[in-house]
C-alpha cells in the first residue's frame, strides 16, 4: 500500500512563500515510474489541479490560476515531489493534496489519480 505523506503547509501573509513536500513511501510500485499531481481543495469547494509533472520532470502542466507563482518539481531519488508556492493570495487558501497519477500523461482528472496523501493546510491572509 502505497503512503504518500504532505508537509509544509501553514498560515502566510499574502505575498508570502511556502514549500510543501509529499514524500512517498510506497512498497510496490516505483515513484520515478508515474505522474506526480498536487491538488487542493477549498472550502465549499470542488478539488481542483493544480500542478502535475512528468515521470523524469521534464513536463509540466499546471492551471490558469497558479501559472508564474507556482512551480512542481520532483527528486526521484528521494522520492519526493515538492510545490514551491510563491506570491500567495488569499484565494490559494485550502488544504493541498499530493496525488500519484498516470504511469505515462499528465492529466488533470482527479479520478485518475490512485493514491492520495492526507492533505496538508495552507492558509495564506490578506
Known amino acids: 500500500q502505497a503512503q504518500l505523506v504532505e508537509s509544509g503547509g501553514g498560515w502566510v501573509q499574502a505575498g508570502g512563500s511556502l514549500r510543501l513536500s509529499c514524500v512517498c513511501a510506497?512498497?510496490?510500485?516505483?515513484?520515478?515510474?508515474?505522474?506526480m499531481g498536487w491538488f487542493r481543495q477549498a472550502t465549499g469547494k470542488e478539488r481542483e489541479f493544480v500542478e502535475g509533472?512528468?515521470?523524469?520532470?521534464?513536463?509540466?502542466y499546471y492551471s490558469d490560476s497558479v501559472k508564474g507563482r507556482f512551480t512542481i518539481y520532483r527528486d526521484n531519488a528521494k522520492n519526493t515531489v515538492y510545490l514551491q508556492m510563491n506570491s500567495l493570495k488569499p484565494e490559494d487558501t485550502a488544504v493541498y493534496y499530493c496525488a500519484r497519477g498516470p504511469a505515462l500523461s499528465i492529466v488533470r482528472v482527479a479520478s485518475s489519480y490512485q493514491y492520495w496523501g492526507q492533505g496538508t493546510q495552507v492558509t495564506v491572509s490578506s
Open positions: 509533472i512528468s515521470r523524469c520532470g521534464g513536463s509540466i
Open positions: 510506497a512498497s510496490g510500485w516505483t515513484f520515478s515510474n508515474y505522474v
